[in-house]
């Protein structure tokens, strides 16, 4: 949710669904299961034209991954120059980013977490320092929390705090060692994202 400074308590409340994947989102729609500004009453389904559910299928891709427009709509053009689904491959070039599986891997409680984590230079990639979020891994690469004892100390402590996600099929963790490598592309039924990529691939298409 790059260079957004709202509630991201808002945002799970204007969707519907835990975009965010933390519990904590969870608990706000069992207490409040209705948009913001709506008091008391029952989320009820209007008339949503196809331009609109294409809409925010995308908006709910964006603020999951934290994108801006154009990060997203660069991702987009990169996924449909492959052979495949473009909407799947869209989400694997999102999940494999470093960011994204240094979330996946339970060292961040959140994306945002995980991009600070990278963005202060607390992880080798293949034995070299990476201090690039959106940093793309490939099948094999190796990350490592680098020896420095701020960085153990923060690796320890954020795996302490997440110990209580389960680590996707697609990344191997071995947390003693503070590192993880990715094993292979995510297949959709492997990404727990709450949005309809086709309708994505749809509004862009037009």
């Known amino acids: 949710m790059k260079n957004y400074r709202g509630s991201k308590g808002n945002i799970v409340r ?20 209705t948009p913001p500004g709506m008091h008391g ?10 331009y609109g559910r294409q809409l925010n299928e995308k908006q709910k891709i964006k603020f999951s991954y934290g994108l801006t427009e154009k990060q ?18 869209l989400l694997q070039l999102l999940e494999t980013k470093l960011y994204n599986v240094v979330f996946r891997a339970g060292f961040a409680s959140t994306r945002a977490q995980a991009r600070q984590f990278v963005g202060h230079g607390h992880l080798t990639v293949n034995g070299k320092k990476v201090d690039i979020p959106s940093f793309q891994l490939n099948i094999g690469d190796k990350i490592s929390v680098r020896s420095k004892k701020v960085s153990q100390e923060m690796a320890t402590r954020y795996i302490d705090e997440n110990n209580w996600r389960d680590v996707l099929s697609w990344v191997s963790v071995d947390r003693p060692s503070m590192t993880f490598e990715l094993n292979k592309l995510p297949e959709r039924s492997e990404i727990p994202c709450e949005a309809d990529e086709q309708l994505v691939v749809e509004l862009y298409s037009k």
């Not at 989102?25 to 409040?32: G, I, M, N, V």
């Not at 997203?72 to 491959?89: M, N, V």
């Open 41 to 50: 009453l029952k989320r009820k389904k209007g008339k949503t034209s196809e």
């Open 72 to 89: 997203f709509r660069g991702l987009y053009e990169k996924a449909s120059t492959k052979k495949g689904p473009t909407g799947e491959l």
């Open 14 to 33: 204007r969707f519907g669904v835990n975009i965010f994947e933390s519990p904590k989102y969870d608990r706000l729609l069992e207490k409040r299961p």
